[in-house]
Nanobody, 117 residues
Framework: QVQPVESGGGSVQAGGSLRLSCQVS??????YAWYRQVPGKDREYVSA???????YYTDSVKGRFTISRDNARNTVYLTMNSLKPEDTAMYYC?????????????WGQGTQVTVSS
């Protein structure tokens, strides 16, 4: 199985925007989720998108982050607006099973997001 590959991280000021990409190499029938982690803390769920494009968000990012998928490009995106310093973390893309469709779970290597005040 091929791991997802994240990109698009970087350093921005508070209030700025970034778009993270997750290249999924043909596994577009699966569900995908974004997680984030800061050193010394557990990995935290951020958002997910199912096979039918149903989306889910943790409360702290609702209204600011948008998850989407482009099947033609085999890519899942996380568009992050109104970024806050507390959004600073390593962001990971995870492939997971969708509703009524089994997929081998797999994590990417992560992409760093740093938001300065």
């Amino acid at each position: 199985q091929v791991q997802p590959v994240e990109s698009g991280g970087g350093s921005v000021q508070a209030g700025g925007s970034l778009r993270l990409s997750c290249q999924v190499s043909g596994y577009m029938d699966c569900a995908y989720a974004w997680y984030r982690q800061v050193p010394g803390k557990d990995r935290e769920y951020v958002s997910a998108i199912d096979r039918d494009d149903t989306t889910y968000y943790t409360d702290s990012v609702k209204g600011r982050f948008t998850i989407s998928r482009d099947n033609a490009r085999n890519t899942v995106y996380l568009t992050m607006n109104s970024l806050k310093p507390e959004d600073t973390a390593m962001y990971y893309c995870k492939r997971q099973s969708a509703i009524f469709y089994q997929c081998p779970p797999s994590w990417g290597q992560g992409t760093q997001v740093t938001v300065s005040s």
